[in-house]
């Protein structure tokens, strides 16, 4: 982490020095030359890292990286707490008085001073430091990997064992085990060499499956070649194809050809050519972390047509997707057990002298320790080793339970947990390090929005710019490869747009990897009402009561503060945030999601670097005028508070990017008057680098100058009246960026007109329309990319058939239809290329519902909801081949006549009926109607 630590400092300075020489008045020449030393000494800093790493490394060069690294924060905070001395300065107001102003004139002096000697100091520290990297040899011209330099060889590689798992002993993977072998044997696919990739986290069972099917007699009978070759990071390709050669040859028990150690790689690749051309061979790739491996040997494995089989297993799914070149290459993502499963296999290891048998006493225990190992085959069998040494005495479970994060790092029986998912770090770009361990500060077993998680990376400096892409977009690139390596897993996906929406890490990972550094780096702390604050903590998570703490904490280094598990009491609501800005200066992000925060004080304001403000789910009410004084907050996040006005002194902060406000009234029926923005007062001339702007309420200035925000990516506006119609339309036609658009107006009534936008923006990819709308805007039919569309309140008349205008669209997956058409018939004649989810609700004239042969191929979900006058099924609905849900809500029981109806559950509620084998699509498996009329 010191090339990380050392690379942020940079990434800070360079704009500095460019964009406010003038706040570094007396010090900037110095900065200056800090800056270019830490840039020279980045050139050998991973080869330090990478050497700190090693097991067997010298105490010197460990030392040597935690010096580099400590200096670097050191470096950052002095500058910051300067940046903020200044803003102070600035932002200080009182009396006018001569004693006054000489006062504050000999305070900015000393403090200018004082600032100052301090960066000598460091400069020559700095100095120091890169000197005493002469001692170590680092090499500044090669680059270090993770396994040429933390791998020892005399070392026993823990993954080895999952080679020797007794057959007796699996659980979980045999029907992937028996299909695979099927696939290979059975001629099922082309007699053309084919490729199957197994991928996922460390620890899944990948080569434990793999080699089930490599030493199954029945493989072993129909292939007489084959190799299994461990790749693992530090594989060099000469390497492979010699361990390949010499693999296939001692299977056939026959000499290995003289003279392999010295052929170069053309050579190498023409006798494994020659050497296999006519035969039926079969191989593992095991551990492989290149998409360049399969480049170089798919040379030497030539296609045959005698039907052989390549077998890979990985962690990314990057390397999954560069193997898979023919129609009937396969990917297979290996998930963690199911909760059954996992029981089995715990049971299995831990209890084999009973039979498998968990004993009564310790069933609460086991049940407790197989739910953290969250299905990770490897966590259950190391843990399951480590207590079958401690028989069935309770207090020593309980003990283990107590003490789970601890023993991971230093019990030798659960090592090699760490050990095996420590690979996957290890093998990470440094940019993603950092990133990856913003997950620790996240509590266990919880998932996290990744709106959230991005705006957080990006206050946090995490994201180096890229040109052509917003920091939004390189942070979604950065958790997608995070998610690639089978470091993080996907939770919740829009299903309307496939975009990312809640993710998280394993909570063995999370506990094997991420706890341990995080409390060796200072990453991160938790804080309880029995914790002992470290002031150096960088990210501080605050749980139940802690808040009690911060009134022993006199100075903190921390750069974000969150709040989790609803922080607070109802009676006594979290009121002591008045004293934050004087004991934790350098925040950038301030997170109160969630707690019963209900007032923010005005020294809020004087937070100069916070970058990330949430409220989110708070009482807060009122905005303080101070936060006009966060010239560095780019993410305010208001939903679901009870702000309702921004200050307009918050309309000057020039690097603000996100701004959210929406909110519902739950005790309104759906209404447009249920929900809720914020209103903003004139002048946002400012916010030249908003990106999100959701929701806000109409006024006539603001629908004029929302169009001077060019960087918008997501508008949403409520209580838009008729007359602002045409000046919203022309500001929209401003907006070349905009992906998602909300428009709501003032009542139902209300018409909205926007028929008027002369430039749609062509990157549309979610629109939705609640109001009256006297015609579908003809525009809509050219947004190539829209994704979502949801209509609500349209009205809009039978004779116009939007549908025509809508049937066009290329890539729409989702339309929702809220009490949207008059009409009593709607046809689907044609088109919907894409469509594969369609809601339609309170369509209370509707009477008639066709779908014609070819329209709606690929839809997968058909809601019809509050639709009394609905005669049948939907006509046509046979057409449907791909459909897999059909959801009936609220609707007349004469729709049910002949279909075969069976009451499977009732429960408190609306009643829940499952229809079986009722329409004949070959998909559709089963329908549910529910019914809530039943219980009035």
């Not at 107590?402 to 690979?423: G, R």
């Amino acid at each position: 982490m010191a090339e990380t630590a050392v690379n942020i400092v940079i990434d800070k300075l360079v704009p500095l020095l460019r964009e406010e020489g003038n706040l570094l008045r007396g010090i900037h020449d110095d900065v200056t030359s800090i800056k270019d030393l830490l840039e020279s000494m980045t050139s050998f800093l991973k080869d330090a890292d990478a050497k700190a790493e090693r097991a067997n490394m010298s105490s010197g060069v460990k030392t040597w990286v935690k010096q580099t690294r400590e200096m670097a924060i050191h470096i950052e905070d002095v500058i910051d707490e300067y940046l903020h001395h200044v803003a102070r300065r600035r932002n200080k107001r009182g009396f006018t008085g001569f004693l006054h102003k000489t006062g504050h004139f000999l305070e900015g002096l000393f403090a200018r001073h004082e600032i100052a000697s301090e960066i000598q100091l460091i400069k020559k520290r700095v100095l120091q430091i890169q000197q005493t990297s002469e001692a170590y040899c680092f090499n500044s011209t090669e680059q270090t990997s993770f396994s040429s330099s933390r791998r020892d060889d005399t070392l026993f590689d823990p993954r080895m064992a999952s080679l020797y798992t007794e057959e007796a002993e699996l659980v979980g993977i045999q029907t992937l085990r028996d299909k695979l072998i099927g696939w290979s044997i059975r001629g099922e696919v082309a007699s053309g060499r084919s490729v199957s990739s197994l991928v996922g986290m460390g620890g899944l069972g990948k080569t434990t499956l793999a080699n089930k099917v490599y030493n199954n007699p029945r493989f072993i009978e129909w292939f007489d070649w084959r190799a299994w070759i461990t790749v693992s990071q530090s594989y060099k390709n000469e390497g492979i194809l010699r361990n390949m050669i010499a693999e296939f040859h001692r299977v056939r028990k026959e000499s290995v050809p003289e003279g392999i150690e010295t052929m170069d790689l053309k050579l190498l690749i023409d006798t494994l050519r020659e050497y296999l051309k006519e035969k039926r061979y079969a191989v593992v790739f095991d551990d492989v972390w290149s998409t360049n491996l399969w480049q170089c040997v798919k040379l030497a494995l030539p296609d045959n047509n005698n039907g052989s089989r390549i077998i890979i297993t990985t962690r990314k799914s990057e390397v999954a997707a560069s193997c898979r070149e023919a129609f009937f290459d396969q990917v297979y993502n290996l998930e963690p057990l199911s909760p059954d499963k996992a029981w089995e296999l715990f049971c299995k290891k831990t209890f084999q002298v009973s039979g498998g048998n968990c004993p009564l006493e310790l069933k609460k225990f086991a049940t407790t320790i197989v739910s953290r190992c969250g299905g990770l085959p490897l966590a259950i069998v190391a843990i399951s080793g480590l207590l079958q040494t401690k028989g069935g005495d309770v207090s020593q479970w309980r003990k283990l339970l107590d003490s789970l994060s601890s023993e991971l790092e230093s019990n030798p029986h659960l090592t090699d947990i760490t050990k095996i998912l420590s690979f996957s770090y290890y093998d990470l770009p440094y940019h993603l390090r950092p990133c990856f361990l913003y997950f620790g500060t996240c509590p266990e077993n919880r998932t996290i929005r990744c709106s959230r998680l991005i705006r957080q990376w990006i206050a946090e400096g995490f994201i180096k710019e890229q040109r052509g892409k917003t920091l939004e977009d390189v942070a979604e690139e950065y958790l997608t490869e995070l998610i690639q390596r089978s470091l993080v897993q996907v939770s919740l996906v829009d299903n309307s747009s496939g975009k990312l929406k809640q993710c998280q890490v394993h909570d063995v990972m999370r506990e094997a990897v991420i706890l341990l550094r995080i409390a060796d780096l200072s990453f991160s702390q938790f804080l309880e009402e029995d914790s002992r604050f470290n002031e150096n903590s960088r990210h501080l998570c605050v749980y139940s009561n802690a808040y009690n703490i911060f009134g022993c904490i006199e100075k903190s280094r921390a750069h974000s503060l969150c709040f989790f598990n609803g922080i607070g009491d109802p009676q006594n609501p979290l009121t002591t945030c008045s004293n934050l800005y004087k004991r934790f200066k350098l925040l950038r992000v301030l997170d109160f999601e969630d707690s019963l925060l209900d007032n923010l004080p005005e020294e809020v304001g004087y937070m100069y670097h916070l970058k990330y403000l949430s409220l989110r789910n708070t009482r807060v009410k009122i905005l303080p005028k101070s936060m006009g004084k966060l010239v560095n907050l780019e993410t305010l996040d208001l939903k679901h508070s009870l702000v309702d006005q921004i200050p307009i002194e918050i309309n000057k902060l020039p690097k603000l990017r996100s701004l959210l406000a929406y909110n519902e009234d739950m005790n309104k029926k759906f209404s447009m008057t249920r929900r809720r923005g914020v209103v903003i007062q004139d002048g946002i001339e400012r916010w030249g680098n908003m990106q999100k702007l959701y929701v806000v309420e109409a006024t006539d200035s603001l629908v004029k100058e929302v169009g001077n925000l060019k960087q918008l990516r997501r508008f949403g506006i409520l209580k838009l009246t008729s007359k602002q119609g045409k000046d919203l339309c022309a500001s929209i036609g401003k907006m070349p960026q905009l992906q998602s658009l909300e428009v709501t107006a003032i009542n139902n009534d209300e018409i909205i007109d926007m028929q008027q936008i002369s430039n749609p923006p062509q990157r549309l990819q979610s629109l939705n329309f609640l109001g009256r709308l006297e015609k579908l805007p003809d525009w809509i039919a050219g947004l190539c990319l829209l994704t979502r569309l949801a209509l609500c309140w349209s009205r809009l008349a039978g004779d116009h058939n939007p549908l025509k205008v809508l049937q066009g669209l290329p890539n729409l997956l989702l339309l929702y239809i809220y009490e949207a058409f008059s009409c009593e018939e709607l046809h689907f004649e044609e088109g919907f290329p894409k469509l594969k989810d369609l809601r339609l609700q309170n369509l209370k004239g509707l009477k008639l519902m066709t779908i014609h042969n070819g329209a709606l191929a690929l839809l997968e979900t058909l809601e019809i909801e509050s639709s009394p006058q609905l005669q049948q099924v939907p006509s046509g609905i046979r057409h449907l081949e791909n459909l897999k849900s059909l959801l009936l809500v609220d609707m007349p029981m004469h729709l049910m006549h002949g279909i075969d109806v069976q009451e499977t559950e009732h429960r408190v509620g609306p009643r829940v009926f499952f229809i079986q084998s009722i329409i004949g699509t070959n998909t559709l498996r089963t329908v549910k109607v529910i019914d809530s009329a039943i219980f009035l």
